[in-house]
């Protein structure tokens, strides 16, 4: 409904917008998901880095043989497996986020084993560097 006051256009009845109420309650319910939701994020990362872990700690374990197959011994050392074309480079541990921190358990003068370097215990209560 429309009325006209000199000159000018004036609008009664119907407001748009949103009263104080409802915003609160809308960032209310925000707040409220956004608690529920930032742990499982924390937890998603964790998870998604033992998937890295895992991955790398089998393939090096991987080339590791295949180097022992084909060279009668074990690298002297994992760069040994990059500077043989076993491997592009070392991968970063996702946990140490570095190539240097791999823990290499020696046999016979050479790597027969590699862990991680973290000293973080997993999400199923083993330390990484016990995998």
């Known amino acids: 409904m429309r009325r006209r006051l ?73 760069d040994s497996l990059r500077e043989a074309g076993y491997v592009r480079g070392v991968p970063k541990d996702p946990f140490t986020e570095s190539s240097e921190t791999w823990v290499e358990i020696y046999v016979d003068s050479g790597v027969f084993d590699v862990h991680s370097g973290s000293d973080l215990v997993g999400i199923d209560d083993v330390p990484y560097n016990q995998w």
């Not at 089998?58 to 009668?72: A, E, N, V, W």
């Open 6 to 78: 000199m000159g000018h256009i004036m609008q009664t009845g119907n407001r748009s917008g949103f009263t104080l109420i409802e915003i609160m309650i809308v960032m209310t319910i925000l707040g409220i998901l956004a608690t529920l939701i930032v742990p499982r994020i924390d937890i998603a990362i964790v998870h998604a880095r033992e998937s890295v872990l895992k991955q790398d700690l089998f393939t090096l374990r991987d080339k590791i043989d295949q180097y022992f197959s084909d060279h009668g011994s074990y690298p002297p050392h994992l």
